[in-house]
């Protein structure tokens, strides 16, 4: 064949997190000694009930198509929990069941995107969104929160970003890959000029349970943001159900309707049986999920203990999620036992792969090269071995002459 292939598409990169967890797993079963704390995805198994949930959907037959937007007891439950966890008012109509919270990113931007919107997607970000944003036709402009401030975009930044091609804004809070969370007082601010710059507002919410000693407020919650905001959430993170593939969009009625449509005709809806299982799980809410919060919170201190020993520039303790972004960069011009010079956060991790077996995410696949990115959604003694080998690489590198 020699027409060509989507051009859209070779403008998008591959996802950098899903290719070192997929290599770090071809390794492994290979035979080596591999220990992986790329991937963000909880150690724990999913809970009983929620196994149980899906059983017995089985077992009584529910095993056919849905509705596209999902089933109505499922989304009744999803506007359960916004109203009492989240303080928010949502009608069944308003909530579209999809295949895990990527699957709503994507649902999202296909909405509202036409092509050349700008879509400001503040640094450091999760892979996937800037090259959605290019895949839809759009342009994705980056705003860089730096270290010094926690990673986290001001309004003054949001507000010298935007132009009169703007189209919407993405927040992730809290943040894949630095566990920054933003708080009230912060994202009321942006969400002035989010609404005085009239943005759509996508709010990627799917760590809001890990959330260390701080409060968990939803972008949608300020004044005028909620007939602008489209909320991704899901049950990956929260309940252990990455493979499962469930989350959910909750947008304005009129972008539900979009989202309704676009799935209808794309996957037409998320496995039926998952949404039985995630029925479940929210039955069980947001305080099941404590002790596994509390286990996060340790490792994440351990994590950062361990690290600032070997580290010039200790990263800072991340408030949420399960990842630490820790700076790198003072090792960068530093030459490997072999000879080779570390030259940024891609060379490093190759480095730590090929002489260490670890795997760990260099942080220019999230918008900033100077840091590296571990999950530490992982038992202690794999944080442990992991820890071991990053101290012993780190040690191992040279000045170069
Ligand atoms: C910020 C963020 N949003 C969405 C997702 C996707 O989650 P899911 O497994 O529900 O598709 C991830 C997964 O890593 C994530 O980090």
Not at 149 to 172: H, P, R, S, V, Y
Request: a negative charge; glycine letters at 6%.
């Amino acid at each position: 064949m020699t027409r060509p292939l989507s051009s859209r598409t070779q403008n998008i990169a591959a996802s950098l997190t899903v290719t070192i967890d997929t290599l770090a797993k071809q390794m492994i079963a290979e035979g080596k000694d591999v220990v992986s704390l790329g991937a963000g995805e909880p150690d724990f198994p999913t809970p009983e009930p929620i196994r149980e949930a899906a059983c017995k959907a089985i077992n009584e037959g529910k095993t056919r198509y849905t509705a596209p937007v999902g089933i109505l007891d499922l989304r009744k439950a999803v506007c359960e929990k916004l109203e009492l966890e989240n303080g928010l008012h949502y009608a069944p109509e308003q909530i579209i069941m999809t295949s895990g919270a990527k699957h709503a990113v994507f649902n999202a931007l296909a909405a509202i995107i036409n092509p050349g919107d700008e879509v400001i997607v503040p640094a450091p970000y999760w892979v996937t969104y800037p090259e959605l944003v290019k895949w839809l036709g759009g342009t994705p402009v980056i705003v860089q929160g730096s270290r010094e401030q926690d990673f986290k975009i001001t309004a003054e930044q949001l507000k010298n970003a935007c132009t009169d091609k703007t189209k919407a804004i993405l927040i992730n809070n809290p943040c894949n890959p630095t566990g920054a969370v933003y708080s009230r007082e912060e994202l009321e601010a942006l969400t002035k000029v989010i609404v005085e710059k009239d943005l759509y507002c996508i709010s990627d919410e799917v760590y809001e349970y890990f959330v260390y000693d701080r409060e968990f407020v939803s972008t949608a919650s300020f004044d005028g943001m909620a007939e602008r905001t489209i909320i991704v959430n899901g049950f990956s993170k929260s309940y252990c159900m990455t493979g499962w593939r469930i989350g959910y969009d909750a947008a304005p009625a009129a972008i539900a309707k979009i989202i309704g449509k676009i799935q209808g005709q794309a996957v037409h809806h998320p496995s039926n049986v998952a949404q039985y299982a995630a029925i479940g799980a929210l039955k069980m809410g947001r305080e099941s999920v404590a002790p596994m919060r509390e286990a996060f919170r340790k490792r994440r201190d351990y994590m950062i203990e361990r690290t600032s020993a070997v580290l010039t520039t200790p990263a800072k303790s991340p408030d949420g999620a399960f990842y630490l972004f820790a700076p790198v960069s003072d090792f960068y011009g530093k030459s490997t036992p072999e000879g080779k010079v570390i030259e940024d956060s891609i060379g490093l991790c190759q480095y730590l792969l090929e002489k260490e077996g670890l795997a760990i995410v260099p942080g220019a696949a999230f918008g900033d090269d100077t840091c590296v990115r571990f999950s530490y959604a992982a038992d202690d003694a794999t944080l442990t071995k992991a820890c071991d080998r990053f101290e012993r690489a780190l040690k191992g590198l040279r000045c170069s002459t």
